[in-house]
């Protein structure tokens, strides 16, 4: 053999017998699964290494055969010379009972339809009634052990990195308690009342979140809460679909044969919130007695593991434990390294520990049957005892599982005193602003906010003041008014009332109002709306809008939920109007003051909404769509009224998560049957700033109105109008989200008598208007972006600047 041969196949020989190997092991069952912590050996079975979090792990060189080991699998051996090598380790098989443990997971599916077969059987709610308590612990903390104190702090960072570091031997970073009473009675339904609450940090009571419940208390809806996201449930027919499933187990549980069955996600989706786990389930009735679940992230880790217990042979909650990467706390470490001079070099590097939430939750004192009486359940399922949370640290005693460690205590006095150097207190009722509908607390008064400033074309720029008495002043009366004052039109407007509360549990109260003011013509606040969003609608769908009318107005009426979803109010309204633009109406004089009396029904039906009652009012702590409002209002002829008209305006908001993004839903409706002027019919809901190119006429969008529309362009006194939100995937701009939205609106409507309305110029949209546009929000300071918005259709315009409009848009997260 020549010599450069033979040389090459000793180079070749030698590198199979010493290059390095990659093996990657992959789950069997769940095949796109890496196996992390899988045990590698060599021939003498001393002990390699393990994979890690990729299922990777680097043989070294001079091995050939090694062997793959993991607790329920099969052992594998494999020879390696030198070839990466993507491998598959299958589930042991064994004998369970009767059934047989494979691949196939035709039996474990089986056992979970049965499962949801026999939910109605196991219920717990079989019981008839039954009380119980709960008791729930969170709290942040991090772990100390490998962050060092930085002996000479050199700037702010470290200064404040030591004090963090100081804290965390004394305390941890936040803690919560909370304790609650839990009923159910067949006849009256569910009742969850919070005793008492405390949160480091603060003095006041944070109702709007103590009656939250962010994790699920019942697995046998099609998803599940993990702590306000929601997952598919793997107990479910939804599961089913989502899930491959194998019995991995069985074991012996408070007496009871339990099986165990694994899941895990049938395809893996970039991007998606989805979790693996195990569910323990007892072989006879097949009732869930434990489950765990983790997210499938290798960054943001969270975990929930839930028990329940046996009792009167039904499986009833115990504890759930919920653990959560809270994000990370950087700290400074040394990294030395050997230079080729043989000289050490050290250097700062800067290493991260996790901040971890934890929430735990125990389940005690069931009494089943128990005695109850329908007052027991007025009111919303979800009640604060406004009493008891006055001083709640004797109850939070009763309640606990165990006394508080010495760190758990010192957390309070540690973050108390904290909260109270950066005035929290403070901070929780500016938060409080956008729940109470713009209202800031002072003492006995509570400010609104929503009169302070206003703009529009008829009044210029408004200035206010207003506000109303709080529970602090009196429990069961609160006095409210405004005064305001327009720089353009130049006149004072002012208002004022009482609001006597009754029948609390369903936030009842009889109202009386007096104001003196204006209003636009032909809009139509949604009533029962919440004020903030109401006054965001009235302070940017007006900014281009001079049509407006003065009124007179005194309203008496009454207001309460009527269910936990549905709230009604009625009141009876006497109103004189006048217009303020250029106006007659049946050839009347201009400045003809229009006299009415009316009924109005309003009714708003939010089916997803779960509201607690506050002293300071009612709060919704969850919400969804769909959202409904009506508002009936008849005309009466007595007071002198000049017409009797009947006025019918419904409206419809929905929202709907698919793959392709989010769509928003937004349709209004109405009719007005009868004579009446033109300030009481519907207006197009217009926002163009007038001007024939596109930069005289930039401005600034609404809310929910036809951009590319002029104010008092398009009156009706039937239409229907609809609008769809479509926001797709985001993109960084500037270290913003941004999330491109496609808006599509149209509006078709009819007037009688037309003619009736004189010396004002507008049209009837009975050939179908129609604008589409895209907006690119919060991209600036998370609150500002652009919109382009395009008028086309029977209604264009000639030109493409007259049609073609940009805009600037404000929004925030909450609107």
Same mark, same amino acid.
Do not use: C
């Given at each position: 053999?020549?010599?450069?041969?033979?040389?090459?196949?000793?180079?070749?020989?030698?590198?199979?017998? $010493?290059?390095?190997?990659?093996?990657?092991?992959?789950?069997?069952?769940?095949?796109?699964?890496?196996?992390?912590?899988?045990?590698?050996?060599?021939?003498?079975?001393?002990?390699?290494?393990?994979?890690?979090?990729?299922?990777?792990?680097?043989?070294?060189?001079?091995?050939?055969?090694?062997?793959?080991?993991?607790?329920?699998?099969?052992?594998?051996?494999?020879?390696?010379?030198?070839?990466?090598?993507?491998?598959?380790?299958?589930?042991?098989?064994?004998?369970?009972?009767?059934?047989?443990?494979?691949?196939?997971?035709?039996?474990?599916?089986?056992?979970?339809?049965?499962?949801?077969?026999?939910?109605?059987?196991?219920?717990?709610?079989?019981?008839?009634?039954?009380?119980?308590?709960?008791?729930?612990?969170?709290?942040?903390?991090?772990?100390? =052990?490998?962050?060092?104190?930085?002996?000479?702090?050199?700037?702010?960072?470290?200064?404040?990195?030591?004090?963090?570091?100081?804290?965390?031997?004394?305390?941890?970073?936040?803690?919560?308690?909370?304790?609650?009473?839990?009923?159910?009675?067949?006849?009256?339904?569910?009742?969850?009342?919070?005793?008492?609450?405390?949160?480091?940090?603060?003095?006041?009571?944070?109702?709007?979140?103590?009656?939250?419940?962010?994790?699920?208390?019942?697995?046998?809806?099609?998803?599940?809460?993990?702590?306000?996201?929601?997952?598919?449930?793997?107990?479910?027919?939804?599961?089913?679909?989502?899930?491959?499933?194998?019995?991995?187990?069985?074991?012996?549980?408070?007496?009871?044969?339990?099986?165990?069955?694994?899941?895990?996600?049938?395809?893996?989706?970039?991007?998606?919130?989805?979790?693996?786990?195990?569910?323990?389930?007892?072989?006879?009735?097949?009732?869930?007695?434990? $489950?765990?679940?983790?997210?499938?992230?290798?960054?943001?880790?969270?975990?929930?593991?839930? =028990?329940?217990?046996?009792?009167?042979?039904?499986?009833?909650?115990?504890?759930?434990?919920?653990?959560?990467?809270?994000?990370?706390?950087?700290?400074?470490?040394?990294?030395?390294?050997?230079?080729?001079?043989?000289?050490?070099?050290?250097?700062?590097?800067?290493?991260?520990?996790?901040?971890?939430?934890?929430?735990?939750?125990?389940?005690?004192?069931?009494?089943?049957?128990?005695?109850?009486?329908?007052?027991?359940?007025?009111?919303?399922?979800?009640?604060?005892?406004?009493?008891?949370?006055?001083?709640?640290?004797?109850?939070?005693?009763?309640?606990?599982?165990?006394?508080?460690?010495?760190?758990?205590?010192?957390?309070?006095?540690?973050?108390?005193?904290?909260?109270?150097?950066?005035?929290?207190?403070?901070?929780?009722?500016?938060?409080?602003?956008?729940?109470?509908?713009?209202?800031?607390?002072?003492?006995?008064?509570?400010?609104?906010?929503?009169?302070?400033?206003?703009?529009?074309?008829?009044?210029?720029?408004?200035?206010?003041?207003?506000?109303?008495?709080?529970?602090?002043?009196?429990?069961?009366?609160?006095?409210?008014?405004?005064?305001?004052?327009?720089?353009?039109?130049?006149?004072?407007?002012?208002?004022?009332?009482?609001?006597?509360?009754?029948?609390?549990?369903?936030?009842?109260?009889?109202?009386?109002?007096?104001?003196?003011?204006?209003?636009?013509?032909?809009?139509?606040?949604?009533?029962?709306?919440?004020?903030?969003?109401?006054?965001?609608?009235?302070?940017?769908?007006?900014?281009?809008?001079?049509?407006?009318?003065?009124?007179?107005?005194?309203?008496?009426?009454?207001?309460? =939920?009527?269910?936990?979803?549905?709230?009604?109010?009625?009141?009876?309204?006497?109103?004189?109007?006048?217009?303020?633009?250029?106006?007659?109406?049946?050839?009347?004089?201009?400045?003809?003051?229009?006299?009415?009396?009316?009924?109005?029904?309003?009714?708003?039906?939010?089916?997803?909404?779960?509201?607690?009652?506050?002293?300071?009012?009612?709060?919704?702590?969850?919400?969804?769509?769909?959202?409904?409002?009506?508002?009936?209002?008849?005309?009466?002829?007595?007071?002198?009224?000049?017409?009797?008209?009947?006025?019918?305006?419904?409206?419809?908001? =929905?929202?709907?998560?698919?793959?392709?993004?989010?769509?928003?839903?937004?349709?209004?409706?109405?009719?007005?049957?009868?004579?009446?002027?033109?300030?009481?019919?519907?207006?197009?809901?217009?926002?163009?700033?007038?001007?024939?190119?596109?930069?005289?006429?930039?401005?600034?969008?609404?809310?929910?109105?036809?951009?590319?529309?002029?104010?008092?362009?398009?009156?009706?006194?039937?239409?229907?109008?609809?609008?769809?939100?479509?926001?797709?995937?985001?993109?960084?701009?500037?270290?913003?989200?941004?999330?491109?939205?496609?808006?599509?609106?149209?509006?078709?409507?009819?007037?009688?008598?037309?003619?009736?309305?004189?010396?004002?110029?507008?049209?009837?949209?009975?050939?179908?208007?129609?604008?589409?546009?895209?907006?690119?929000?919060?991209?600036?300071?998370?609150?500002?972006?652009?919109?382009?918005?395009?008028?086309?259709?029977?209604?264009?315009?000639?030109?493409?600047?007259?049609? $073609?409009?940009?805009?600037?848009?404000?929004?925030?997260?909450?609107?």
């Amino acid at each position: 053999m020549p010599k450069n041969l033979f040389s090459f196949f000793l180079l070749l020989s030698t590198w199979f017998l $010493f290059a390095q190997t990659k093996i990657t092991v992959m789950d069997g069952f769940m095949e796109d699964q890496p196996m992390e912590n899988v045990v590698i050996v060599n021939d003498q079975s001393q002990e390699l290494g393990r994979t890690n979090t990729r299922g990777v792990f680097i043989v070294p060189t001079g091995i050939n055969r090694i062997t793959l080991h993991y607790e329920g699998y099969n052992s594998k051996t494999l020879y390696v010379y030198g070839r990466d090598m993507v491998v598959q380790l299958q589930p042991i098989t064994i004998q369970l009972g009767s059934t047989e443990i494979t691949m196939d997971d035709s039996d474990a599916r089986r056992i979970i339809r049965e499962v949801i077969q026999n939910r109605r059987k196991n219920s717990i709610q079989n019981l008839k009634t039954y009380e119980y308590k709960s008791y729930s612990k969170f709290l942040v903390t991090a772990n100390t =052990d490998s962050m060092p104190y930085i002996l000479f702090p050199r700037n702010e960072n470290d200064s404040s990195y030591n004090d963090i570091r100081k804290l965390l031997d004394e305390s941890h970073l936040m803690l919560g308690e909370r304790a609650m009473d839990h009923k159910y009675s067949n006849q009256y339904g569910d009742k969850n009342i919070v005793k008492a609450t405390r949160i480091s940090g603060t003095k006041i009571p944070l109702y709007e979140f103590v009656a939250m419940q962010p994790i699920s208390h019942s697995f046998d809806e099609e998803k599940i809460d993990f702590f306000f996201r929601q997952f598919v449930n793997p107990v479910s027919n939804s599961g089913l679909n989502e899930y491959r499933y194998r019995i991995s187990n069985e074991d012996v549980y408070e007496g009871k044969k339990i099986i165990e069955v694994s899941f895990f996600p049938q395809k893996r989706i970039p991007n998606k919130q989805q979790i693996k786990g195990n569910v323990w389930i007892d072989e006879k009735t097949k009732a869930l007695t434990h $489950f765990y679940a983790e997210n499938l992230s290798d960054t943001n880790i969270v975990e929930l593991e839930v =028990d329940w217990t046996n009792y009167k042979n039904y499986w009833f909650p115990k504890q759930q434990r919920f653990r959560m990467d809270g994000g990370e706390i950087s700290y400074p470490a040394v990294k030395d390294s050997v230079l080729e001079d043989g000289t050490l070099r050290l250097d700062t590097i800067k290493k991260k520990e996790k901040v971890w939430f934890h929430l735990t939750t125990s389940f005690k004192d069931i009494v089943s049957p128990k005695e109850f009486e329908a007052r027991e359940f007025r009111g919303y399922t979800n009640e604060i005892d406004l009493n008891s949370m006055e001083n709640p640290d004797q109850t939070l005693e009763a309640y606990r599982d165990e006394a508080l460690t010495d760190m758990e205590q010192n957390t309070y006095v540690k973050i108390d005193s904290i909260g109270e150097k950066y005035n929290m207190d403070r901070n929780i009722r500016l938060l409080r602003i956008i729940g109470s509908g713009g209202k800031y607390s002072i003492g006995n008064y509570d400010l609104d906010l929503t009169k302070i400033i206003n703009y529009n074309d008829f009044e210029g720029l408004r200035l206010g003041v207003g506000g109303s008495t709080n529970y602090k002043f009196n429990k069961n009366i609160s006095l409210n008014g405004y005064i305001a004052y327009g720089l353009q039109d130049e006149k004072f407007k002012f208002g004022g009332g009482v609001d006597w509360l009754v029948n609390k549990p369903y936030s009842g109260k009889i109202f009386a109002k007096y104001a003196q003011d204006v209003e636009a013509s032909g809009r139509n606040p949604i009533l029962l709306q919440n004020s903030y969003i109401q006054f965001l609608q009235g302070n940017l769908t007006n900014i281009y809008n001079d049509h407006f009318f003065s009124y007179r107005k005194v309203q008496l009426g009454y207001q309460q =939920d009527l269910f936990q979803n549905l709230t009604f109010s009625i009141s009876g309204i006497y109103n004189e109007k006048t217009a303020e633009f250029e106006y007659l109406y049946q050839n009347n004089r201009p400045d003809e003051k229009f006299l009415s009396f009316d009924t109005e029904l309003a009714l708003r039906w939010a089916p997803k909404d779960k509201n607690v009652r506050t002293p300071f009012g009612k709060v919704t702590i969850s919400s969804g769509m769909p959202v409904f409002y009506l508002s009936l209002t008849q005309g009466w002829n007595i007071f002198n009224a000049d017409y009797t008209p009947t006025k019918l305006d419904f409206t419809y908001l =929905d929202r709907f998560q698919t793959l392709f993004g989010q769509t928003n839903l937004h349709i209004r409706t109405g009719a007005v049957f009868g004579e009446t002027p033109i300030m009481n019919l519907f207006e197009g809901m217009g926002n163009a700033k007038r001007g024939d190119q596109i930069f005289k006429h930039f401005g600034v969008s609404g809310l929910n109105n036809f951009e590319t529309m002029v104010p008092g362009e398009f009156y009706s006194d039937r239409y229907f109008s609809f609008q769809i939100n479509h926001k797709i995937a985001g993109f960084r701009f500037f270290n913003n989200e941004v999330f491109p939205e496609f808006i599509y609106r149209g509006l078709i409507g009819d007037m009688k008598n037309p003619e009736d309305h004189q010396s004002i110029v507008f049209q009837t949209p009975d050939k179908y208007y129609q604008e589409a546009g895209i907006e690119f929000n919060q991209m600036f300071w998370g609150i500002f972006g652009v919109g382009t918005y395009y008028r086309f259709g029977t209604y264009t315009h000639p030109t493409f600047d007259q049609n $073609f409009f940009l805009k600037l848009t404000m929004k925030m997260t909450f609107f």
